[in-house]
């Protein structure tokens, strides 16, 4: 079946570093690609999507292409945060919004 | 964006006893999830609640112990039943509602369950 395999966490960085959270997919089709971030305490919020290959989606900095000939989808920012502290989750459509989500990698940014 | 309020947010339980969680959304929604994130695992989904007419389980759950109710719109309750250390995850409720020509998926907060 389809499945999302993460980056394992957790991951700890300095202020204004270099982030990239690595995800893979395997999937049959084409399915849309996901990220979505769970800050403390809070519910999973969508960050971005692609919704097919070469697409890039971008909100708040972050950045993912979707790589079809590596059935990649990786997280990237050019300079975190101390508020980009979260889980952050990848994940794939398998059509009527049923999605299915890598492990999850938790981020720590340090000031 | 859809405001989801998610009862319990957390609870210990006894082994063998069982616990309804209450997914509460303030508008109507199209599509109604529960989903269930082990430790150290991914989300999984567990099925999705129709409204009036039983719950769509995936591979591997069943409606015995995962008990699905979703009387209107707006609410639905899992009910993990007989529970067991195995049980012990976060539950999460989601939701979609139409955006303009598009679906929007919103999660709630979870109901972190540990189970003794």
């Known amino acids: 079946g389809d499945s999302v395999t993460q980056m394992e966490g957790p991951v700890t960085l300095s202020e204004e570093a270099f982030l990239t959270i690595n995800c893979t997919y395997t999937?049959?089709?084409?399915?849309?690609l996901f990220w979505y971030v769970q800050y403390p305490g809070e519910g999973l919020q969508l960050l971005l999507k692609?919704?097919?290959?070469?697409d890039k989606g971008s909100n708040k900095g972050f950045e993912a292409t979707y790589r079809k000939e590596t059935t990649s989808f990786h997280l990237e920012k050019g300079s975190v945060q101390v508020s980009d502290s979260a889980v952050y989750f990848c994940?794939?459509?398998?059509?009527?919004?049923?999605?299915?989500f890598g492990q999850g990698t938790r981020l720590t940014i340090n000031p | 964006s859809a405001v989801i309020s998610q009862k319990p947010s957390r609870d210990i339980c006894q082994r063998g006893t069982s616990l309804t969680i209450q997914c509460q959304v303030d508008?109507?929604?199209?599509?109604m999830f529960w989903y269930r994130q082990q430790p150290g695992q991914s989300l999984t989904l567990i099925a999705t609640?129709?409204?009036?007419?039983?719950?769509?389980?995936e591979s591997g759950f069943v409606i015995d112990k995962f008990p699905i109710s979703r009387p209107n719109l707006t609410f639905s309750t899992l009910t993990v039943s007989n529970m067991s250390p195995e049980d012990s995850s976060i539950y999460l409720c989601?939701?979609?509602?139409?955006?303009?020509?598009?679906?929007?998926?919103?999660f709630g907060s979870g109901t972190q369950l540990s189970v003794l």
């Open positions: 989601s939701v979609t509602r139409a955006l303009g020509t598009n679906e929007k998926l919103f």
């Open positions: 692609a919704t097919k290959a070469d």
């Open positions: 508008s109507q929604v199209t599509m």
């Open positions: 609640a129709n409204q009036g007419s039983e719950a769509t389980y």
């Open positions: 994940a794939l459509n398998q059509g009527a919004q049923k999605l299915v």
């Open positions: 999937a049959t089709g084409y399915p849309s």
